[in-house]
């Protein structure tokens, strides 16, 4: 069975829609499943479900543009509280940046402070050449991701190392 890669979209909803959709659509030409909040959203009465694609992603694509997003429980916005899921879950992201008057909001801070590199754009045509030019790149960190996590054993596993039960091997 082929692998597909988990992409996540992540960026505030309603002055992204158009964009969003074109980088599901390229991503979907692909071969890899795009994961986005409004298409993955599973329905729950417990907290933080609506997060949980993201921590099933290979890679997020991280787009900032005015709009910082509604703060939610953890008091930062939504896109803020997937970033810091897939920097403690050293999820490889790409960082697309709209430059703006506003730019002073938490999620810059703190992208800042973390020094995270990214990618300035003027327009969603210059940000989907720009996704386009990169796809390869995003492959290969996918890859080696995926590489890197075969070849490293668990906790477990060199805690517990599995014994063939011949002494003279072992």
Same mark, same amino acid.
């Given at each position: 069975?082929?692998?597909?890669?988990?992409?996540?979209?992540?960026?505030?909803?309603?002055?992204? *829609?158009?964009?969003?959709?074109?980088?599901? +659509?390229?991503?979907? !030409? @692909?071969? =890899?499943?795009?994961?986005?909040?409004?298409?993955?959203?599973?329905?729950?009465?417990?907290?933080?479900?609506?997060?949980?694609?993201?921590?099933?992603?290979?890679?997020?694509?991280?787009?900032?543009?005015?709009?910082?997003?509604?703060?939610?429980?953890?008091?930062?916005?939504?896109?803020?509280?997937?970033?810091?899921?897939?920097?403690?879950?050293?999820?490889?992201?790409?960082?697309?940046? *709209?430059?703006?008057?506003?730019?002073?909001? +938490?999620?810059?801070? !703190? @992208?800042? =402070?973390?020094?995270?590199?990214?990618?300035?754009?003027?327009?969603?045509?210059?940000?989907?050449?720009?996704?386009?030019?990169?796809?390869?790149?995003?492959?290969?960190?996918?890859?080696?991701?995926?590489?890197?996590?075969?070849?490293?054993?668990?906790?477990?596993?060199?805690?517990?190392?599995?014994?063939?039960?011949?002494?003279?091997?072992?």
């Amino acid at each position: 069975m082929a692998f597909k890669p988990r992409i996540f979209i992540s960026s505030t909803f309603s002055d992204n *829609k158009k964009v969003r959709d074109s980088i599901k +659509k390229h991503f979907i !030409e @692909l071969g =890899a499943e795009p994961l986005l909040y409004e298409s993955n959203l599973t329905p729950s009465t417990k907290p933080m479900t609506y997060r949980k694609d993201i921590l099933e992603a290979d890679f997020v694509i991280l787009i900032m543009k005015d709009n910082y997003g509604t703060e939610t429980d953890w008091g930062i916005s939504g896109t803020h509280e997937e970033y810091r899921i897939a920097k403690e879950n050293r999820i490889p992201i790409h960082v697309y940046l *709209k430059p703006s008057k506003s730019q002073d909001n +938490k999620l810059i801070k !703190e @992208l800042l =402070a973390d020094q995270v590199s990214f990618y300035y754009f003027k327009t969603d045509v210059e940000l989907m050449n720009r996704l386009k030019e990169t796809t390869f790149i995003i492959a290969e960190e996918i890859i080696l991701k995926k590489i890197t996590r075969s070849a490293t054993p668990t906790t477990a596993e060199r805690m517990y190392p599995v014994h063939s039960g011949n002494p003279d091997i072992e």
